[in-house]
């Protein structure tokens, strides 16, 4: 099992900042991308994977609205950390979710083509592991805040197409679908797009912070809370399923 924690991101115009440390009992490997904007030398220690939406004062993330130009994660913007070039995109309208949510990932993805990452989630056991994904928010987000976690297991089967690609939404297009909770690969025979993560196979995750105009009665101090805390869990299917 692996545990990320986010340190407070927030929407406003000040530094958003993501930690994501790792849990040491082997099953679970941690791993920055190759965006600028990700390092495994963030936190107290200089050893926690980090996101630093406003690394040396200048927004690097990939943005659209008020966003280019200006610092931390701001109002009637749009903000990707990774591409979705590894993904197949014709699946992206039923992420996540199936129903999806909406808006889903292709109302809101801004790089379709770039093959880069956020952070990269391995499987270090000598066995295949059932693994899931969520996001525990601080604090309830507000109508209009919503952040999407995206993975995509390449290694996996691809019959039907669209296997091995999962996402989880939190704000206000959550409670749309249940699937829409957790990125999960299981080897549930239910559910015909996901499959285990084999020994020493990754899967590679895309993060997004999509905000509309936020009602001032929703801020703190000129600030909105985003924080809260990725979990990475690794089992059998059982396991997951039970604490779900």
């Keep these: 099992m692996g545990t990320g924690a986010f340190t ?28 600028p904007l990700v390092t495994n030398t963030g936190g107290a220690g200089g050893n926690e994977l980090a996101i630093d939406f406003d690394p ?13 130009g200006g610092h931390g994660v701001n109002p009637n913007s749009t903000y990707q950390v990774g591409g979705f070039g590894r993904f ?14 909406m808006p889903n990932v292709s109302d809101v993805a801004i790089d379709n083509t770039s093959e880069s990452y956020a952070f990269m989630v391995t499987n270090q056991a000598t066995e295949a592991k059932s693994v899931e994904i969520t996001y525990e928010p601080n604090e309830t987000f507000p109508d209009g805040v919503r952040l999407y976690l995206v993975g995509i297991y390449e290694e996996a089967d691809k019959s039907p197409p669209g296997t091995g690609e999962s996402g989880l939404v939190v704000g206000d297009a959550t409670d749309q679908s249940a699937k829409s909770a957790s990125i999960l690969l299981t080897d549930d025979p239910d559910d015909p797009y996901t499959e285990q993560l084999d020994a020493g196979d990754d899967v590679k995750v895309t993060l997004l912070i999509d905000v509309d105009g936020i009602d001032e009665s929703d801020y703190t101090n000129g600030e909105v809370d985003i924080g809260g805390e990725i979990i990475v869990r690794a089992g059998s299917h059982d396991d997951l399923t039970d604490i779900q």
Excluded: C, H
């Design 56 to 68: 040396d004062g200048g927004m690097q993330a990939q943005t659209t609205g008020s966003g280019s």
């Design 8 to 35: 407070a991101a927030e929407v406003s115009g000040r530094d958003a900042n993501i930690n994501v440390v790792a849990d040491t009992n082997g099953l679970i490997g941690l791993e920055a991308g190759d965006s």
């Design 88 to 101: 197949d995109l014709t699946n992206q309208q039923y992420l996540p979710g199936d129903p999806t949510a």
